[in-house]
């Protein structure tokens, strides 16, 4: 005697369909796991090595006669060596 499964060829494919959706989610999962850690490793190395500064930067590319407004700017720390010294005499 055989044992044999007999499942109608429609929820075989609804199986398939499932399992290979369910693998694309876990990969996405890993994927973005696998992309943030390094991110924050390097951000942390970078802000050890680094004297930070806090800057005002504008969020989005702006016209050259544009008005830097609070609504357009944001707040960023960036590396001293990258800020001129200028800058820096006004500010401090």
């Not at 390094?38 to 190395?45: G, K």
């Not at 590396?79 to 500010?91: D, G, M, T």
Request: glycine share 4%; charged share 20%; hydrophobic share 50%.
């Amino acid at each position: 005697m055989k044992l044999i499964l007999k499942c109608p060829q429609l929820n075989r494919r609804w199986l398939v369909l499932g399992v290979a959706m369910a693998f694309g989610i876990v990969a996405t999962g890993l994927r973005h796991e696998g992309l943030q850690d390094p991110m924050v490793r390097l951000d942390a190395q970078v802000r050890a090595a680094h004297k930070m500064v806090s800057t005002v930067v504008a969020k989005k590319e702006l016209a050259r006669s544009a008005q830097m407004r609070l609504a357009v700017s944001a707040q960023r720390e960036i590396p001293a060596e990258y800020v001129s010294a200028k800058y820096l005499a006004i500010c401090l």
